[in-house]
């Protein structure tokens, strides 16, 4: 990261919605590495969609018109970039300055789309990658997915993690551009300054009116609250495009977890 990079990153009201390209983060590397040609298409299509005043996450929406989004590109030629991109995102979420940024991993579009269920399997199979490349010591004391604490975290950080991908065609709030996204909010994002309590249910089951108005299906039912004992936080990840209910195991292992 460029020394003064930071300092050009703030205003009045914390941040400012610079060039979105100055927010780019390839490797250790923030805001001034050279983009690949499909970048600007798929970055656009998230903006359209998340910069719109009805886009159910409002977190969303208010990370993107802030400039509290970070964004990185994986190309297909070097999928091991994300590995580092991550572990700088991580870093710049546990300063004070970041702490409310989200980071939203774009993959390069496939030259055949897959199915709902392929895209499901790679981003089960990209998130395993980060979990097992994690070299911060707790990644090897993680609670169970099954458990209702549980929550995906890289080098140190928790985050709710939401894939969206183009075969949502009636869940249309997550699909956000001709190729995978992955959006990774740390929870600090979830809790109010002020107060240091989490946000509350108030705000989540306003994202859920808003799914409502949005989608061309009502949402999910394994939608929760993190901290239910009802709720499994994996489970909203990667949701099908209608609502059946989600079945089985969680797809991702943690080390302290049995592999069958």
């Keep these: ?37 499909w970048a600007e298409r798929s970055y656009h299509c998230l903006h359209e969609q998340v910069a719109n005043d009805g886009y159910p996450c409002f977190f969303g929406v208010q990370a993107e018109r802030r400039g509290e989004m970070f964004y990185t590109f994986v190309s297909r030629q070097e999928p091991n970039l994300l590995t580092e991109s991550m572990t700088t995102f991580a870093g710049l979420a546990q300063q004070p300055l970041y702490e409310k940024h989200n980071i939203a ?4 579009p496939e030259a055949v789309l897959l199915t709902h269920a392929q895209y499901r399997e790679l981003f089960w199979r990209r998130l395993q990658s980060l979990h097992d490349t994690d070299t911060h010591p ?7 997915p099954a458990d209702c604490d549980w929550e995906f975290t890289y080098q140190g950080v928790e985050m709710f993690v939401v894939c969206a991908c183009p075969t949502f065609r009636r869940r249309r709030s997550r699909n956000l551009g001709p190729g995978m996204v992955m959006l990774f909010q740390p929870r600090s994002v979830f809790i109010d300054k002020i107060t240091n309590n989490a946000i509350s249910r108030r705000a989540r089951l306003e994202v859920r009116r808003r799914l409502q108005d949005w989608d061309d299906v009502d949402p999910h039912p394994d939608l929760g609250f993190y901290g239910d004992p009802l709720n499994r936080e994996w489970k909203q990840y990667f949701l099908p495009d209608d609502n059946d209910a989600t079945v089985g195991a969680c797809p991702f292992r943690t080390r302290t977890t049995p592999r069958s």
């Design 138 to 144: 707790r990644a090897a004391h993680l609670a169970d």
């Design 105 to 108: 991993v774009f993959f390069e």
């Design 1 to 37: 990261m460029h020394a003064n990079q930071s300092d050009s990153m703030v205003n009045d009201a914390g941040t400012v919605a610079h060039e979105w390209r100055d927010r780019v983060i390839a490797g250790g590397v923030l805001g001034s590495a050279p983009l690949p040609a």
